[in-house]
């Protein structure tokens, strides 16, 4: 059960959707795991939504049912107010090209330029602009990441931090509406990894984009974050502000934060392997 201390939601605007992304009470089971198990959160227009979990719990594919490359067993995935389920492929192709994709490696190619590597984007779905229109745009988003002086160069001969900035470049060339992230500071040492939470938080209010950034690091949650979802056991427990968080009184959720090695999170998953190797069936 979701433990919510605080949520707030503001009105909708006139003629638009509550909320940008609403998950209701997804499932979802891969071969015999139960990955998703009555997922349910919203993402307001203009929100910073920071997801946290331990590893295996369903953060990117919940992620991959938001641009619908993945279709829940039960309950209802929304997308600027549509069901994503019931779209057909040209109509939801419309929506993911409104959902920039900032993947966990960056997935930079590697013998493109950083130019590009950002262009390519608006070569594939812009084929009507001009070379200089083209031109213009990539500069813009490099000059919005401060990596124009690295146009030219090969992701080979950048740094891990320049290389998901490049990617942030690249991902919002076609002025997203949402901008999901999956682990933008993961191999970062902590100061690239603050500058990182710093373009998370200057992308947002350029461009006034809804965010969901799935992250390990609680510091870098507790910076960009309006609001927090754990995602334990595959349901959302606890959601609410950084604050809420920070001063939850879950026992599961205090030694998560808290990055504790002992407490009722270490219980069950040892508990789970017990059972995996005594032959019981898998929750």
Same mark, same amino acid.
């Given at each position: /059960?979701?433990? +919510?201390?605080?949520? =707030? $939601?503001?009105? =909708? ?38 997801? /946290? ?8 594919? +919940?992620? &991959? ?6 279709? %829940?067993? !039960? ?10 389920? !019931? ?17 966990? $490696? ?13 262009? @390519? ?6 084929? !009507? ?60 040492? =902590? ?7 710093? @373009? ?14 799935? +992250?390990?690091?609680?510091? $870098? ?9 754990? @995602? ?18 879950? %026992? ?13 999170? +270490? ?6 392997? &017990? ?9």
């Amino acid at each position: /059960m979701v433990s +919510t201390e605080t949520n =707030p $939601s503001p009105p =909708p605007a006139d003629n638009a959707p509550k909320f940008d992304i609403e998950l209701e009470d997804v499932y979802k089971t891969l071969g015999q795991l139960k990955v998703l198990q009555g997922v349910s959160f919203q993402v307001r227009h203009g929100e910073t939504f920071v997801m /946290m979990g331990l590893s295996g719990t369903g953060k990117s594919v +919940t992620l &991959r049912h938001i641009v619908g490359l993945m279709q %829940p067993d !039960q309950g209802c995935v929304k997308v600027f107010g549509e069901d994503l389920s !019931q779209l057909d492929e040209k109509t939801l192709k419309q929506i993911r090209l409104k959902i920039g994709y900032l993947f966990q $490696s960056g997935a930079l190619i590697n013998w493109m330029t950083i130019r590009e590597n950002i262009a @390519l984007p608006l070569y594939e779905h812009r084929p !009507q602009l001009k070379e200089k229109e083209v031109q213009e745009r990539v500069m813009e988003k490099l000059r919005l990441v401060n990596m124009t002086q690295a146009a030219e160069k090969y992701p080979s001969e950048i740094s891990g931090g320049m290389k998901k900035r490049a990617a942030l470049a690249r991902s919002i060339i076609l002025d997203p509406e949402i901008i999901l992230y999956d682990e933008p500071t993961s191999g970062l040492d =902590p100061i690239m990894g603050a500058t990182i939470d710093d @373009l998370v938080n200057d992308t947002r209010d350029a461009l006034g984009v809804s965010q969901i950034v799935v +992250t390990h690091d609680i510091g $870098s949650a507790y910076r960009i974050a309006d609001r927090i979802g754990l @995602l334990f056991e595959g349901e959302i427990i606890a959601l609410g502000t950084p604050d809420d968080i920070r001063n939850h009184s879950d %026992p599961i959720v205090k030694q998560f934060v808290n990055g504790e090695s002992e407490g009722p999170i +270490t219980e069950i998953l040892e508990e789970k392997k &017990r059972a995996a190797q005594n032959g019981a069936p898998k929750a």
